[in-house]
Protein backbone atom coordinates (compact mmCIF):
# COMPACT_ATOMS: atom_id res chain seq x y z
CA UNK A 1 0.00 0.00 0.00
CA UNK A 2 1.50 3.72 -1.04
CA UNK A 3 1.67 6.30 1.75
CA UNK A 4 1.11 9.88 1.65
CA UNK A 5 2.93 12.24 3.62
CA UNK A 6 2.09 15.92 4.20
CA UNK A 7 5.54 17.50 4.04
CA UNK A 8 3.74 20.29 6.78
CA UNK A 9 3.07 18.68 9.61
CA UNK A 10 3.89 14.90 8.88
CA UNK A 11 -0.06 13.66 8.67
CA UNK A 12 0.27 10.34 6.66
CA UNK A 13 -3.13 8.94 4.90
CA UNK A 14 -3.36 6.10 2.00
CA UNK A 15 -4.43 8.19 -0.60
CA UNK A 16 -3.56 12.11 -1.79
CA UNK A 17 -4.71 14.83 -0.43
CA UNK A 18 -5.06 18.42 -2.31
CA UNK A 19 -5.54 20.04 1.29
CA UNK A 20 -4.35 18.25 4.24
CA UNK A 21 -6.72 17.13 7.18
CA UNK A 22 -4.72 18.09 9.70
CA UNK A 23 -3.11 21.13 9.25
CA UNK A 24 -4.93 23.00 6.57
CA UNK A 25 -1.99 22.99 4.15
CA UNK A 26 -2.59 22.97 0.17
CA UNK A 27 -0.44 20.45 -2.11
CA UNK A 28 1.39 19.29 0.39
CA UNK A 29 1.14 15.57 0.11
CA UNK A 30 3.88 13.32 -1.22
CA UNK A 31 4.30 9.82 -1.64
CA UNK A 32 6.52 8.49 -0.04
CA UNK A 33 8.76 5.04 -0.64
CA UNK A 34 7.21 1.96 0.46
CA UNK A 35 9.39 0.52 3.81
CA UNK A 36 10.80 -3.37 4.26
CA UNK A 37 9.37 -5.06 6.94
CA UNK A 38 11.97 -6.75 8.94
CA UNK A 39 11.38 -10.35 10.85
CA UNK A 40 12.01 -9.26 14.05
CA UNK A 41 14.36 -10.66 16.38
CA UNK A 42 13.90 -12.77 19.41
CA UNK A 43 14.45 -10.50 22.78
CA UNK A 44 14.66 -11.28 26.45
CA UNK A 45 13.34 -9.12 29.14
CA UNK A 46 15.79 -8.15 32.09
CA UNK A 47 14.19 -7.25 35.51
CA UNK A 48 14.06 -3.57 36.47
CA UNK A 49 16.38 -4.11 39.90
CA UNK A 50 18.71 -6.23 37.65
CA UNK A 51 19.74 -3.58 35.13
CA UNK A 52 22.93 -1.74 35.68
CA UNK A 53 22.05 1.75 36.75
CA UNK A 54 25.63 3.48 37.19
CA UNK A 55 26.50 6.79 36.92
CA UNK A 56 27.74 7.81 33.29
CA UNK A 57 30.55 10.42 33.20
CA UNK A 58 29.94 13.98 31.85
CA UNK A 59 31.80 15.79 29.15
CA UNK A 60 31.99 19.16 30.46
CA UNK A 61 31.38 21.99 27.85
CA UNK A 62 33.75 24.54 29.17
CA UNK A 63 30.72 26.93 29.97
CA UNK A 64 29.13 26.38 33.56
CA UNK A 65 25.50 27.36 32.31
CA UNK A 66 25.58 25.02 29.54
CA UNK A 67 26.84 22.00 31.89
CA UNK A 68 24.57 23.02 34.48
CA UNK A 69 21.34 23.52 32.04
CA UNK A 70 22.41 20.00 30.61
CA UNK A 71 22.67 18.74 34.13
CA UNK A 72 26.34 18.24 34.62
CA UNK A 73 27.42 18.48 31.02
CA UNK A 74 27.14 15.91 27.89
CA UNK A 75 26.69 12.71 28.42
CA UNK A 76 28.22 10.09 26.02
CA UNK A 77 25.58 8.82 23.63
CA UNK A 78 23.41 11.62 23.96
CA UNK A 79 21.37 13.63 21.12
CA UNK A 80 21.25 17.19 21.91
CA UNK A 81 18.61 19.86 20.06
CA UNK A 82 20.03 23.40 20.19
CA UNK A 83 16.76 25.51 19.07
CA UNK A 84 16.87 29.29 18.14
CA UNK A 85 15.06 31.97 16.18
CA UNK A 86 17.59 32.84 13.11
CA UNK A 87 20.50 35.29 14.53
CA UNK A 88 20.46 34.57 18.29
CA UNK A 89 23.32 33.17 18.45
CA UNK A 90 22.99 29.40 18.06
CA UNK A 91 26.03 29.02 16.05
CA UNK A 92 28.53 31.32 18.18
CA UNK A 93 27.16 29.31 21.19
CA UNK A 94 28.53 25.86 19.65
CA UNK A 95 31.56 27.21 18.14
CA UNK A 96 32.83 28.56 22.13
CA UNK A 97 31.56 25.33 23.49
CA UNK A 98 33.63 23.62 20.80
CA UNK A 99 36.71 25.98 21.76
CA UNK A 100 36.33 25.01 24.88
CA UNK A 101 36.12 21.07 24.69
CA UNK A 102 38.82 21.16 21.80
CA UNK A 103 41.33 20.44 25.24
CA UNK A 104 39.59 16.93 25.96
CA UNK A 105 39.30 16.07 22.43
CA UNK A 106 38.65 16.75 18.71
CA UNK A 107 35.53 18.51 17.94
CA UNK A 108 33.76 17.73 14.17
CA UNK A 109 31.88 20.53 13.24
CA UNK A 110 29.41 19.92 9.98
CA UNK A 111 28.17 22.79 8.57
CA UNK A 112 25.74 22.39 6.03
CA UNK A 113 24.42 25.74 5.85
CA UNK A 114 27.37 27.84 5.68
CA UNK A 115 30.85 27.98 3.72
CA UNK A 116 34.24 26.39 5.70
CA UNK A 117 35.09 30.76 4.91
CA UNK A 118 32.19 31.74 6.49
CA UNK A 119 32.22 29.45 9.74
CA UNK A 120 36.34 30.01 10.18
CA UNK A 121 35.66 33.76 9.71
CA UNK A 122 33.41 33.92 12.71
CA UNK A 123 35.98 31.56 14.73
CA UNK A 124 38.59 34.05 14.26
CA UNK A 125 35.80 37.07 15.03
CA UNK A 126 35.36 35.22 18.26
CA UNK A 127 38.69 33.57 18.73
CA UNK A 128 37.39 29.84 18.70
CA UNK A 129 40.19 28.64 16.39
CA UNK A 130 41.90 25.38 17.57
CA UNK A 131 43.62 22.55 16.08
CA UNK A 132 40.95 20.06 17.28
CA UNK A 133 38.17 22.28 15.85
CA UNK A 134 37.37 19.97 12.56
CA UNK A 135 35.49 21.97 10.33
CA UNK A 136 33.59 20.24 7.75
CA UNK A 137 31.19 21.60 4.94
CA UNK A 138 28.86 19.17 3.67
CA UNK A 139 25.48 18.53 3.41
CA UNK A 140 24.11 15.12 3.09
CA UNK A 141 24.50 13.17 6.60
CA UNK A 142 25.98 9.97 5.42
CA UNK A 143 29.43 11.77 4.85
CA UNK A 144 29.42 13.19 7.73
CA UNK A 145 28.76 10.49 9.80
CA UNK A 146 31.57 8.39 7.76
CA UNK A 147 34.00 11.11 8.69
CA UNK A 148 32.94 11.31 12.32
CA UNK A 149 33.45 7.37 12.20
CA UNK A 150 37.06 7.47 11.12
CA UNK A 151 38.01 11.03 12.83
CA UNK A 152 36.04 9.48 16.39
CA UNK A 153 35.90 13.31 17.82
CA UNK A 154 34.75 14.04 21.20
CA UNK A 155 31.75 15.79 20.40
CA UNK A 156 29.42 15.95 16.52
CA UNK A 157 27.55 19.38 15.98
CA UNK A 158 25.10 19.57 13.00
CA UNK A 159 24.50 22.81 11.60
CA UNK A 160 21.47 22.53 11.00
CA UNK A 161 19.33 19.32 11.33
CA UNK A 162 16.72 21.59 8.26
CA UNK A 163 20.05 22.01 6.45
CA UNK A 164 21.42 18.66 6.36
CA UNK A 165 20.09 15.94 3.96
CA UNK A 166 19.67 12.19 3.54
CA UNK A 167 20.66 10.34 0.81
CA UNK A 168 17.82 7.89 1.01
CA UNK A 169 15.16 10.11 0.85
CA UNK A 170 13.72 11.90 -1.89
CA UNK A 171 12.87 15.07 -1.05
CA UNK A 172 14.03 18.16 -0.37
CA UNK A 173 16.47 19.66 2.86
CA UNK A 174 14.05 20.55 5.24
CA UNK A 175 11.07 18.77 4.45
CA UNK A 176 9.20 16.35 7.07
CA UNK A 177 10.67 13.53 6.27
CA UNK A 178 14.13 14.96 5.54
CA UNK A 179 14.82 16.34 8.94
CA UNK A 180 13.02 12.99 10.43
CA UNK A 181 15.67 10.45 8.21
CA UNK A 182 18.64 13.18 9.69
CA UNK A 183 17.64 13.05 13.04
CA UNK A 184 17.07 9.33 12.90
CA UNK A 185 20.60 8.91 10.92
CA UNK A 186 22.52 11.12 13.71
CA UNK A 187 20.66 9.24 16.76
CA UNK A 188 21.55 5.79 15.23
CA UNK A 189 25.42 6.58 15.27
CA UNK A 190 25.56 8.22 18.77
CA UNK A 191 23.82 5.68 20.25
CA UNK A 192 25.84 2.90 18.33
CA UNK A 193 29.34 4.09 20.42
CA UNK A 194 29.52 7.48 18.35
CA UNK A 195 29.83 11.19 20.33
CA UNK A 196 27.20 13.04 21.79
CA UNK A 197 25.99 14.96 19.01
CA UNK A 198 24.65 18.66 19.14
CA UNK A 199 22.01 19.08 15.98
CA UNK A 200 20.94 22.91 15.64
CA UNK A 201 17.11 23.20 14.64
CA UNK A 202 15.52 26.31 13.62
CA UNK A 203 11.53 27.32 15.18
CA UNK A 204 8.81 28.55 13.62
CA UNK A 205 6.94 32.17 13.73
CA UNK A 206 5.05 30.64 16.43
CA UNK A 207 7.91 29.55 18.38
CA UNK A 208 7.95 25.87 18.15
CA UNK A 209 10.79 23.90 16.54
CA UNK A 210 10.37 23.82 12.52
CA UNK A 211 9.94 19.81 11.62
CA UNK A 212 8.13 16.83 12.57
CA UNK A 213 6.92 16.62 16.35
CA UNK A 214 8.98 13.08 16.03
CA UNK A 215 12.06 15.61 15.92
CA UNK A 216 11.44 15.87 19.83
CA UNK A 217 10.21 12.64 20.95
CA UNK A 218 13.60 11.79 18.93
CA UNK A 219 16.46 13.53 21.13
CA UNK A 220 17.64 13.24 24.57
CA UNK A 221 17.70 16.83 25.38
CA UNK A 222 16.03 19.76 24.12
CA UNK A 223 17.25 23.13 24.66
CA UNK A 224 15.86 26.42 23.70
CA UNK A 225 17.96 29.75 22.98
CA UNK A 226 15.88 32.16 22.87
CA UNK A 227 16.45 36.58 23.36
CA UNK A 228 15.44 39.27 21.58
CA UNK A 229 18.00 40.41 18.75
CA UNK A 230 17.21 43.67 19.12
CA UNK A 231 18.85 43.25 23.23
CA UNK A 232 22.04 41.78 24.13
CA UNK A 233 20.49 39.21 26.47
CA UNK A 234 20.07 35.65 25.71
CA UNK A 235 18.51 32.74 27.64
CA UNK A 236 19.12 29.20 27.55
CA UNK A 237 16.77 27.20 29.23
CA UNK A 238 16.37 22.94 29.10
CA UNK A 239 12.32 22.00 28.08
CA UNK A 240 13.63 18.41 28.14
CA UNK A 241 16.63 16.49 29.45
CA UNK A 242 16.16 12.76 30.21
CA UNK A 243 19.92 13.18 32.42
CA UNK A 244 18.98 15.90 34.62
CA UNK A 245 16.29 18.08 35.46
CA UNK A 246 14.63 20.39 32.94
CA UNK A 247 13.80 24.10 32.83
CA UNK A 248 17.11 24.97 34.00
CA UNK A 249 18.44 27.69 32.25
CA UNK A 250 21.36 30.13 31.67
CA UNK A 251 21.21 33.79 30.78
CA UNK A 252 24.07 35.29 28.46
CA UNK A 253 25.36 38.55 27.22
CA UNK A 254 25.68 38.70 23.42
CA UNK A 255 28.85 41.25 22.53
CA UNK A 256 31.32 41.65 20.09
CA UNK A 257 33.81 38.72 21.46
CA UNK A 258 30.62 36.47 21.57
CA UNK A 259 28.46 34.86 24.69
CA UNK A 260 29.51 36.03 28.20
CA UNK A 261 27.59 34.50 31.21
CA UNK A 262 25.76 36.48 33.48
CA UNK A 263 25.97 34.74 36.72
CA UNK A 264 23.49 37.00 38.58
CA UNK A 265 20.61 37.39 36.05
CA UNK A 266 18.27 39.16 38.31
CA UNK A 267 21.01 42.15 39.41
CA UNK A 268 22.07 42.53 34.94
CA UNK A 269 18.52 42.89 34.30
CA UNK A 270 18.18 45.96 37.17
CA UNK A 271 20.93 47.26 36.81
CA UNK A 272 19.83 49.82 34.65
CA UNK A 273 16.74 50.73 36.69
CA UNK A 274 15.77 54.09 36.92
CA UNK A 275 15.17 54.88 40.58
CA UNK A 276 12.21 57.18 41.92
CA UNK A 277 10.23 57.01 38.49
CA UNK A 278 6.28 56.48 38.28
CA UNK A 279 5.31 53.45 36.35
CA UNK A 280 8.40 50.93 37.53
CA UNK A 281 7.87 48.09 39.21
CA UNK A 282 9.56 44.65 40.05
CA UNK A 283 8.02 41.26 39.21
CA UNK A 284 10.18 38.12 41.09
CA UNK A 285 8.90 35.42 37.88
CA UNK A 286 9.79 31.89 37.55
CA UNK A 287 12.05 30.91 34.88
CA UNK A 288 12.12 27.21 34.68
CA UNK A 289 12.87 26.83 38.38
CA UNK A 290 14.72 29.75 38.75
CA UNK A 291 13.12 32.96 40.55
CA UNK A 292 14.49 36.24 38.26
CA UNK A 293 13.51 39.83 39.03
CA UNK A 294 12.54 41.61 36.15
CA UNK A 295 11.73 45.23 35.47
CA UNK A 296 8.00 45.75 34.33
CA UNK A 297 7.46 49.19 32.66
CA UNK A 298 3.92 51.27 32.33
CA UNK A 299 3.15 54.35 30.48
CA UNK A 300 -0.31 55.53 30.49
CA UNK A 301 -1.30 58.84 28.59
CA UNK A 302 -4.38 60.47 26.88
CA UNK A 303 -5.27 59.12 24.20
CA UNK A 304 -6.24 60.99 20.72
CA UNK A 305 -7.48 57.95 19.09
CA UNK A 306 -11.23 56.54 18.87
CA UNK A 307 -9.95 53.36 19.62
CA UNK A 308 -7.00 53.80 22.19
CA UNK A 309 -3.62 51.63 21.93
CA UNK A 310 -2.86 48.73 24.41
CA UNK A 311 1.33 47.74 23.59
CA UNK A 312 2.74 45.36 25.07
CA UNK A 313 6.29 44.16 24.45
CA UNK A 314 7.71 41.29 26.44
CA UNK A 315 4.14 40.59 27.63
CA UNK A 316 1.56 38.96 26.25
CA UNK A 317 -0.71 41.69 24.86
CA UNK A 318 -4.03 39.57 25.20
CA UNK A 319 -3.49 38.73 28.78
CA UNK A 320 -2.36 42.86 29.20
CA UNK A 321 -6.15 43.75 28.02
CA UNK A 322 -7.79 41.30 30.40
CA UNK A 323 -6.10 42.72 32.89
CA UNK A 324 -7.01 46.54 32.28
CA UNK A 325 -10.27 45.61 31.79
CA UNK A 326 -10.35 43.62 35.10
CA UNK A 327 -8.71 46.91 36.71
CA UNK A 328 -11.33 49.46 35.23
CA UNK A 329 -14.25 46.47 36.28
CA UNK A 330 -13.04 45.87 39.54
CA UNK A 331 -11.21 49.03 40.96
CA UNK A 332 -13.11 51.97 39.70
CA UNK A 333 -10.21 53.17 37.20
CA UNK A 334 -11.23 54.74 34.05
CA UNK A 335 -9.17 53.94 31.32
CA UNK A 336 -11.27 53.81 28.03
CA UNK A 337 -9.43 57.36 26.99
CA UNK A 338 -6.00 56.15 27.66
CA UNK A 339 -2.92 54.62 25.73
CA UNK A 340 -1.46 51.84 27.62
CA UNK A 341 1.94 51.04 27.05
CA UNK A 342 3.69 47.99 29.15
CA UNK A 343 7.64 46.96 28.71
CA UNK A 344 9.68 44.24 30.18
CA UNK A 345 13.24 45.47 30.11
CA UNK A 346 15.95 44.32 29.17
CA UNK A 347 13.88 42.09 26.16
CA UNK A 348 12.86 39.29 27.61
CA UNK A 349 9.88 37.76 27.50
CA UNK A 350 7.47 36.95 30.58
CA UNK A 351 4.43 34.39 30.50
CA UNK A 352 4.01 33.66 34.19
CA UNK A 353 0.81 34.92 35.42
CA UNK A 354 2.81 35.73 38.74
CA UNK A 355 3.59 38.86 36.44
CA UNK A 356 0.20 39.88 36.44
CA UNK A 357 0.21 41.88 39.89
CA UNK A 358 3.60 43.92 38.71
CA UNK A 359 1.65 45.25 35.73
CA UNK A 360 -1.36 46.59 37.18
CA UNK A 361 1.10 48.30 39.91
CA UNK A 362 3.37 49.62 37.14
CA UNK A 363 -0.23 51.09 35.05
CA UNK A 364 -1.97 52.65 38.46
CA UNK A 365 1.85 54.21 39.12
CA UNK A 366 1.66 56.04 35.80
CA UNK A 367 -1.86 56.81 35.82
CA UNK A 368 -1.56 58.13 39.29
CA UNK A 369 1.95 59.79 38.34
CA UNK A 370 3.21 58.58 41.81
CA UNK A 371 6.54 56.02 42.07
CA UNK A 372 6.19 52.55 43.93
CA UNK A 373 8.54 52.15 46.69
CA UNK A 374 11.82 51.28 45.55
CA UNK A 375 12.75 48.81 47.76
CA UNK A 376 9.31 46.56 47.25
CA UNK A 377 8.62 43.67 44.75
CA UNK A 378 5.50 42.10 43.60
CA UNK A 379 3.97 38.68 42.49
CA UNK A 380 0.80 36.95 42.11
CA UNK A 381 -1.74 36.12 39.67
CA UNK A 382 -4.46 38.33 39.23
CA UNK A 383 -8.38 36.73 38.26
CA UNK A 384 -11.05 38.48 36.61
CA UNK A 385 -13.05 39.04 39.71
CA UNK A 386 -10.23 41.14 40.91
CA UNK A 387 -8.83 38.84 43.54
CA UNK A 388 -5.14 37.98 43.85
CA UNK A 389 -4.43 34.21 43.58
CA UNK A 390 -1.11 32.79 45.48
CA UNK A 391 1.64 31.28 43.12
CA UNK A 392 4.41 28.60 43.70
CA UNK A 393 7.31 28.99 45.46
CA UNK A 394 6.84 31.90 47.09
CA UNK A 395 9.74 30.92 49.60
CA UNK A 396 12.23 31.10 46.57
CA UNK A 397 11.04 34.31 45.41
CA UNK A 398 11.29 36.10 48.51
CA UNK A 399 14.93 35.21 49.50
CA UNK A 400 16.33 35.98 45.74
CA UNK A 401 14.50 39.38 46.61
CA UNK A 402 16.03 39.95 49.67
CA UNK A 403 19.74 38.90 48.22
CA UNK A 404 19.32 41.74 45.92
CA UNK A 405 18.36 44.22 48.87
CA UNK A 406 14.47 44.56 48.45
CA UNK A 407 12.66 44.15 52.02
CA UNK A 408 8.99 44.75 51.05
CA UNK A 409 7.03 42.05 48.94
CA UNK A 410 3.07 42.57 47.76
CA UNK A 411 1.78 39.00 46.94
CA UNK A 412 -1.32 37.43 47.29
CA UNK A 413 -2.73 37.32 51.17
CA UNK A 414 -3.40 33.64 50.50
CA UNK A 415 0.32 32.79 50.27
CA UNK A 416 1.66 29.93 51.82
CA UNK A 417 4.87 31.63 53.07
CA UNK A 418 7.66 30.27 56.36
CA UNK A 419 7.00 31.53 59.35
CA UNK A 420 10.03 33.81 59.07
CA UNK A 421 9.62 35.10 55.60
CA UNK A 422 13.48 37.48 54.72
CA UNK A 423 11.38 40.54 53.69
CA UNK A 424 8.79 42.49 55.27
CA UNK A 425 5.23 41.05 53.00
CA UNK A 426 1.91 42.61 52.50
CA UNK A 427 -0.98 40.40 51.27
CA UNK A 428 -3.23 41.14 48.89
CA UNK A 429 -6.72 39.69 49.10
CA UNK A 430 -7.72 42.09 45.60
CA UNK A 431 -6.24 45.04 43.58
CA UNK A 432 -8.32 47.42 45.19
CA UNK A 433 -5.45 47.13 47.95
CA UNK A 434 -2.86 48.42 46.22
Not at 245 to 256: I, R, V, Y
Request: proline fraction near 6%; charged fraction near 20%; hydrophobic fraction near 45%.
Amino acid sequence: MSVWECTNCGQTASKWYGRCPACGAFNTFEQQPEKRRSRGRSSQATPLDAVAAEALPRLSTGIPGCDRVLGGGLVPGSLVLLAGEPGVGKSTLLLQMARSIAGAGKVLYASAEESATQVALRARRLSCQHPQVLLLAESTVEAVLEVASQLKPALLVVDSVQAMRSEAVPSIPGSVTQVREVAARVAEAVKTGGPPAIMVGHVTKDGTVAGPKSLEHLVDVVLEFSGNTAHAHRLLRATKNRFGPALELALFSMGERGLEEITNPSQALLSDRVSGAPGSSVAVVLEGLSPLLVEIQALVSRSPLLNPRRVAQGFDAGRLSLLLAVVEKRAGVKLADRDVFVNVAGGLEVVEPAADLAVVAAVLSSLTDVPLPEDAVFFGEVGLLGEVRAVGRSDARLREAAALGFRRAFTAKSASLEASPPVSVTGLADIGSL
